[in-house]
């Protein structure tokens, strides 16, 4: 059972979760290097080690092929769950970590990546990260969704096999709530989205641009917090992800191959995290409110300033990241992802 705690002196909340700290590869011995296998006896997220999972919420097949393309299953060592009871404590506050996690194992095969998959097999990943949001944010007392995915473990993937992550709670954790305010300020002041507005002038200085598609844009947001950092943002004005329409997942699933492949070769492949940010449900159809994913290879380190002072330095310029980025020669390649142990 998990916590979230508020901090007297900062006003600031945590989550508490040490069953966390049991994750399998947490604590395991680093494994042999060399490129990993197409399926691992040791993975509970490939073919036939379905009795390791918690359950299997939902699953997509292809039509006229055996087994399935994308799962969905609870999270073993859930940040939070479904829990009422409140911890009784004189002199502090704290909330019981209500909530739900779960996790969108991407493909069958351990050796694929997100920007290894088909199109085909992209779409059911990005169909089902918008309808695992839609699925959450309908289930009552929750009021945000965080749909994130960690790639590599100094990112925080305890698993290589490829899957995303879905939290679901009933607060608006605080850099939500303060991206929130910010919009509603500046809509206020204004008269129009922030977003909308930034991205007027993005495509038309296009110094920081790395892609535009008919519906979406990749770019380098002028004040990136971190090295290499990418937005893809709808053109149009949508406040939550899960507005994305079935015509428009097929090319944001795409576009963010194209950027994961374009950070593999300008960085040689590094660790990195990414995360939507959709509305708060009491948010829903916002004017203020513009959708984002944000994209972030883990290049520079955060140090004591940024500790001290919550103001990050980032190391590098957003126009040449971009520059280097939209220069990028990617090519496609595809791993099989559908096929099963022999
Ligand atoms: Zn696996
Ligand atoms: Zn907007």
Redesign the pocket.
């Known amino acids: 059972m998990s916590e979230l705690r508020q901090d007297r002196t900062s006003g600031g909340w945590v989550i508490i979760a040490p069953h966390r700290g049991q994750r399998p590869q947490a604590a395991a011995p680093a494994r042999p290097s060399g490129p990993p296998p197409a ?2 006896p040791q ?1 509970p ?2 073919p036939g080690h379905e009795s390791e999972l918690p359950g299997i919420l939902a699953e997509t097949k292809a039509a006229g092929e055996p087994g399935w393309t994308v799962r969905v299953v609870p999270n073993k060592y859930p940040a939070l769950q479904a829990q009422t009871e409140a911890p009784h404590l004189a002199e502090h506050v704290a909330q019981a970590g209500n909530g739900v996690h779960e996790v969108v194992i991407e493909c069958p095969r ?1 050796d694929a990546q997100l920007d290894t998959l088909s199109a085909e097999e992209r779409l059911a990943v990005v169909t089902a990260y918008r309808d695992r949001c839609q699925v959450l944010f309908a289930a009552p007392g929750i009021e945000t969704v965080i749909l994130f995915r960690n790639h590599g473990p100094s990112a925080g993937a305890s ?3 490829p899957h995303a992550q879905a939290i679901a709670l009933g607060m608006v954790p605080p850099r939500l709530a303060a991206l929130n305010e910010w919009a509603k300020l500046y809509h206020a002041d204004h008269g129009v989205c922030a977003m909308c507005e930034e991205l007027q002038i993005e495509t038309r200085h296009r110094e920081r641009v790395i892609e535009e598609t008919d519906r979406f844009l990749a770019l380098v947001p002028f004040a990136a917090e971190h090295p290499y950092e990418i937005w893809i943002v709808p053109l149009d004005h949508h406040a939550s992800f899960i507005d994305i329409e079935d015509a428009a997942l097929a090319e944001f699933g795409e576009l963010l191959a194209r950027c994961l492949r374009r950070l593999k070769v300008v960085l040689n492949d590094p660790p990195y995290n990414f995360a939507i940010d959709s509305a708060p449900k009491h948010e829903f159809g916002a004017a203020h409110f513009h959708w984002r994913l944000r994209l972030v290879p883990q290049v520079a380190i955060w140090g004591g300033f940024e500790l001290g002072g919550g103001l990050p330095i980032n190391p590098s310029s957003p126009e040449d990241d971009a520059a280097a980025l939209r220069m990028a020669r990617i090519e496609n390649r595809v791993i099989d992802a559908r096929r099963q142990p022999g």
């Open positions: 399926f691992d993975c997220f490939c351990h698993l290589l096999h």
